[in-house]
């Protein structure tokens, strides 16, 4: 059988090299059932090592190789090589400041990440002795989807709002939030509402939806985010009423 | 890439410890399909705004008197005036479809002890008030009922 | 100013999710019939004559009709331009672009408020 080859056209950017990112280009032969992850590989290993990029798992459960291919936000590990044309293109993913070639800098998104309190708020820890906190499989079922999230950021990468609006909390960190506000054992409601209605706020998403339909764990975090947003509605009626301190 | 973001986009709380690159936007933008129905969603905002002025135009003119009342609704007849009612209408059915289709997961998963309905009900249900308020509506103002 | 924006938010927000719901669900009728048919002929315009028409109006669920129909959608369009704006690339306008809109549809609700005291 004749080998197929593909070109994949990659941004390249050395910081202290390169003035802005250039795109390179490599023809290489390519298997019918490679991933575009084996693809980029294939380049680092057999034609070009200094192609930089960050993968792990291979198995769409890390989120480590989100990048954009032919300008759309996929999971390289996830995605097939014979979906696309003879020639491919590969960048680093959109709306984040570029690192290195194909790999970008993300602690902006750990700071949106973190300021929403992703863990279980309580007033008082329960006591040892008290045993577990339980939870019905319907109280599980109210937050669960919202907690299948892999953190690839792939939902960033596609958000006219977060490309816009660099206050912005953001699709997965709002999502996030939402699943522990929805959580029957977390108490941190208010305060996270409070967050959502800060300078982050929710209120400045506008349902473009592409988050929900980029993501590859189906999280929908539009329905997350906009969910969030009736919430913090109710809780800020609620504040008008019984101002916080009062209750 | 299609363009730059916002310089500042997706920005670390402190400088990392090499020069990065700025942000840029999706190469699929702005001629994605998804982007098009979006921007072409956002877009309806101009003719909503319009509409409701020209809406209040009418319903001030009523409190005018016959004259004038009779004068605006007769303006709406102006062939301009009627294209842009039915570039509107077309545009409001495009919002209320879409919107339609968003709203059901948009909703919370219990308010107290309530539960919503399963969301393709909801769909439903929201076809079935559209429908019939603007039959109503229509029926009312056509001289068809009351 | 971008402050008192995200006081006001959930407020926005409300207003600008009943102007998409109540208000396409009202405008829908109210262009087929006003927009168009009446104007085309299609509908005898003698069924919005002055009288009927005022009389219509004037009761309490016409005056609310009314002034939902002007005003909703009247936020549902600023809230829509002004995301319009941020889209491309008005992210750093907004505290200019946002106030201007907002005031907008603010201006026409109150005219419509009047609109429809005064029938």
Partial sequence: ?247 | MAGPAHPRAMEPPKPGRTRTAPPQTPGSWPSHPRMRVYTLFGLTGILYLLVGFTSLRLVWALGEGPQRFHEVLASFGHPIYVAFHALTLAAVVFVGVRFLSLFPKAQPANIGPLKPPPRPIIHAMLYVVWITLTVVFAAILAGAIF | MRHLLLKLEPVIWLLFGQGIMIGTMLLTGWLLVVGIAVPLGIVDADALNYQRAHSLGSNIIGRLVLAALIALPMWKGAHHCRHLSIDHGGGDRDHIVAPILYAIATIGSIAAILAVVRL
């Fill in chain 1, 1 to 247: 059988m004749a080998e197929e080859k593909k070109t994949f056209v990659l941004t390249r950017f050395d910081p202290d090299k390169d003035e802005e990112p250039r795109l390179q280009s490599y023809e290489i032969p390519v298997q019918s059932d490679w991933k575009i992850l084996d693809a980029i590989n294939y380049i680092k290993d057999e034609v070009d090592g200094s192609v930089s990029h960050r993968w792990s798992c291979r198995m769409e459960v890390c989120g480590s190789c989100g990048m954009m291919v032919d300008g759309e936000p996929k999971l390289t590990c996830k995605t097939a090589v014979s979906d696309y044309g003879d020639t491919v293109k590969v960048e680093p993913l959109a709306n984040f400041p570029i690192v290195r070639d194909l790999i970008v800098e993300f602690d902006g998104f750990m700071d949106k990440f973190k300021s929403v309190k992703p863990w279980v708020v309580r007033a008082k820890e329960l006591a040892a002795e008290e045993g577990p906190m339980r939870q019905s499989p319907a109280e599980l079922q109210a937050f669960k989807q919202f907690s299948m999230c892999i953190n690839c950021m792939l939902c960033y990468a596609s958000c006219p709002v977060v490309a816009n609006e660099p206050h912005f909390l953001g699709p997965a960190a709002i999502a996030l939030g939402h699943r522990y506000n929805m959580d029957s054992r977390d108490e941190g409601n208010a305060e996270r509402n409070e967050i959502f209605r800060g300078e982050g706020t929710v209120f400045s998403c506008s349902y473009a939806n592409e988050c929900s339909e980029v993501c590859p764990k189906n999280v929908d975090p539009a329905a997350a985010v906009n969910q969030a947003k009736f919430n913090a509605v109710i809780d800020w009626a609620g504040s008008l009423v019984l101002p916080r301190g009062g209750k």
